[in-house]
T-cell receptor, first 114, second 111 residues
Framework: AQSVTQPDIHITVSEGASLELRCNYS??????LFWYVQSPGQGLQLLLKYFSGDTLVQGIKGFEAEFKRSQSSFNLRKPSVHWSDAAEYFCAVASTSGTYKYIFGTGTRLKVLA | DAGITQSPRHKVTETGTPVTLRCHQT?????MYWYRQDPGHGLRLIHYSYGVKDTDKGEVSDGYSVSRSKTEDFLLTLESATSSQTSVYFC??????????FGPGTRLTVT
């Protein structure tokens, strides 16, 4: 079955520390891969996406993610977290043809300590 | 900004009443989606549309119906609301590079 797993429900880091959020997927073929961020009471905002090519992708707000085919992973990273990064982060996959139906992970809530 | 609006933004309704949520987009996108978001479940697809009058079910479609009579509008109807349908509902469209853009959400409470 197709699925996306975000093993960490909550993560707490200190401001200025590095961050890595994990995402693993199960899919028939390499799908499109995405990371979204959601601030409280808001909709989801696209951080970055991977379709093909370079496995390290850069996104907005200083985030990057690395696709590792052998591990079926697409982990999100940021070298130095800012207090404004506190939010919920969702990994998602989508088929590469047809209706582009997305499958979302259950999210990781990030707390940033001053 | 993909020009997506949702109405209403908040609604409280009673069990057994019908409810319709509206999603409106201004950029002529072909694909539109309705999701519900619940704690611990992420976003789950209810229904989606791939054109006017062309819709299909998602993973949690029971108790919901949709209609799309115009490209810009995608309606989600709860025929007889139940407490289990208390949730936040998001509309989304697919952009030109297969990324999805989301509306601001509708918070629905069924009492």
């Amino acid at each position: 079955a197709q699925s996306v797993t975000q093993p960490d429900i909550h993560i707490t880091v200190s401001e200025g520390a590095s961050l890595e959020l994990r995402c693993n997927y199960s899919y028939g073929a390499t799908p499109y891969l995405f990371w979204y961020v959601q601030s409280p009471g808001q909709g989801l905002q696209l951080l970055l996406k991977y379709f093909s090519g370079d496995t390290l992708v850069q996104g907005i707000k200083g985030f990057e993610a690395e696709f590792k085919r052998s591990q079926s992973s697409f982990n999100l990273r940021k070298p130095s977290v800012h207090w404004s990064d506190a939010a919920e982060y969702f990994c998602a996959v989508a088929s590469t043809s047809g209706t582009y139906k997305y499958i979302f992970g259950t999210g990781t809530r990030l707390k940033v300590l001053a | 900004d993909a020009g997506i609006t949702q109405s209403p933004r908040h609604k409280v309704t009673e069990t057994g009443t019908p409810v319709t949520l509206r999603c409106h987009q201004t950029e002529n996108h072909r694909y539109m989606y309705w999701y519900r978001q619940d704690p611990g479940h992420g976003l789950r697809l209810i229904h989606y549309s791939y054109g006017v009058k062309d819709t299909d079910k998602g993973e949690v479609s029971d108790g919901y119906s949709v209609s799309r009579s115009k490209t810009e509008d995608f309606l989600l109807t709860l025929e007889s609301a139940t407490s289990s349908q208390t949730s936040v509902y998001f509309c989304a469209i697919t952009g030109q590079e297969n990324e999805q853009y989301f509306g601001p959400g509708t918070r629905l409470t069924v009492t």
